[in-house]
């Protein structure tokens, strides 16, 4: 399997100390890592799609993983960031659910075969609690996507 995972995360796209203990507040948080991207067109446009799905039905896996996401044309190519929290972050869109670790996942509309296999690659990946737990307990971005890419280079 490519490591599409590994290549779109950057240790820069990642809060290991999310403020937000909302879940809209901590993907706006997770999200704001995106502006500027090459690959973001529209910040704006990009954000209102991210809600808009939230609004739509809950992004939260469970075991405290969220992938909120957005296919938009705001989008000329696939991007990912990452936040944490330790202590949680509340869903109330998914049963008072507590989060610990949201993928933000963007792509244009035309990438749907791309998005798939990161959501599945990451769904895969963190279905392990050992990795959920180093990913909780990085103290860096470099940290962070290491564990990532090594679990990556098992699958």
Request: aromatic content about 6%.
């Amino acid at each position: 399997m490519a490591k599409l995972i590994s290549t779109k995360l950057k240790p820069w796209l990642v809060n290991l100390r999310l403020q937000s203990a909302a879940h809209d507040g901590a993907v706006a948080e997770i999200a704001e890592l995106l502006r500027g991207d090459a690959a973001l067109t529209d910040f704006d446009g990009f954000s209102a799609a991210l809600r808009a799905r939230e609004e739509l039905e809950s992004t939260c896996l469970g075991n405290g993983i969220a992938f909120p996401h957005a296919r938009t044309d705001a989008l000329k190519g696939m991007v990912l960031a990452a936040g944490c929290s330790v202590a949680g972050v509340l869903n109330a869109r998914a049963g008072n659910q507590t989060e610990h670790l949201i993928f933000v996942i963007g792509t244009p509309q035309r990438m749907v075969t791309e998005y798939l296999a990161a959501v599945g690659a990451l769904a895969r990946l963190l279905k392990e609690e050992a990795l959920r737990n180093k990913l909780l307990s990085a103290k860096t971005g470099e940290e962070f996507v290491f564990y990532l890419a090594e679990a990556e280079g098992k699958l």
